[in-house]
């Protein structure tokens, strides 16, 4: 695609269920990074994957949160047991080798915890 | 550790004027910086990149510049208009990791 795609655009889940969120990131693109915006604050860096490297997980808040990127393409957020203050929009990126280069983000998964 | 600021948090302004959004970082050590803005309920659209080694870059009525040894970047948008109402965001990519830290973001309206 054009862009990186996120889906769902929007998850209500109850309080204890798993969530999955998805990231198709621009094709071509070999690192992908997951960020966090909880309402009225700023980005929060959860993961960055880069190549066949292993994942910087020191953003995770905890180890209910799990990420994985199968075939060095699409990416998979996993959210175990939810809870309230889980809710955020949840952005995904993606970049070119490099730390030089731009990264592009999608349009987020607003999950809201009920 | 990394710590990106903004100032202004908000910043309202009549449709013509030109203006600036200031953006800081503690460590200096930076790859890069990236301008981005946020729509409401919407994703980052990136704007501008400015590279360690540059001072500034342009993209149409947007100029950004970058003060590497001093913690400071600036973006300047002339000639604003209402449909750059919007939150601009900057982050910074430094030496100790590969991922982005941002700053808080500036919220601009731009009013008819």
């Known amino acids: 695609g054009a862009g990186v795609s996120q889906s769902p655009s929007n998850k209500v889940t109850e309080k204890g269920k798993d969530v999955e969120l998805r990231c198709d990131p621009i094709?071509?693109?070999?690192?992908l990074y997951w960020y966090r915006q909880s309402l009225g604050q700023g980005l929060e860096f959860l993961i960055y994957?880069?190549?066949?490297?292993?994942?910087?997980k020191s953003g995770l808040p905890s180890d209910r949160f799990s990420a994985e990127r199968t075939g060095g393409s699409v990416s998979t957020l996993t959210i175990q047991r939810t809870q309230q203050e889980d809710s955020a929009v949840y952005l995904c990126?993606?970049?070119?080798?490099?730390?030089?280069?731009?990264?592009?983000f999608g349009q987020g998964t607003r999950l809201t915890v009920v | 550790k990394q710590e990106v600021t903004q100032i202004p948090a908000a910043l309202s302004v009549p449709e013509g004027e030109n203006l600036v959004l200031n953006c800081s970082f503690t460590?200096?050590?930076?790859?890069?910086l990236q301008w981005f803005r946020q729509d409401p309920g919407k994703g980052l659209t990136s704007l501008l990149l400015?590279?360690?080694?540059?001072r500034e870059q342009t993209s149409g009525r947007l100029n950004a510049s970058l003060d590497k040894s001093s913690g400071r970047s600036t973006l300047y948008i002339a000639a604003s208009q209402p449909g750059d109402s919007a939150t601009y965001l900057c982050?910074?990519?430094?030496?100790?990791?590969?991922?982005?830290?941002f700053g808080p973001g500036t919220r601009l309206s731009v009013l008819p």
């Open positions: 990126a993606s970049s070119f080798t490099g730390v030089s280069t731009e990264a592009f």
């Open positions: 094709s071509g693109h070999t690192a």
């Open positions: 994957f880069q190549g066949n490297s292993a994942p910087d």
């Open positions: 460590d200096s050590a930076i790859y890069n």
């Open positions: 400015i590279q360690s080694s540059q």
């Open positions: 982050a910074v990519r430094d030496n100790y990791g590969q991922n982005f830290v």
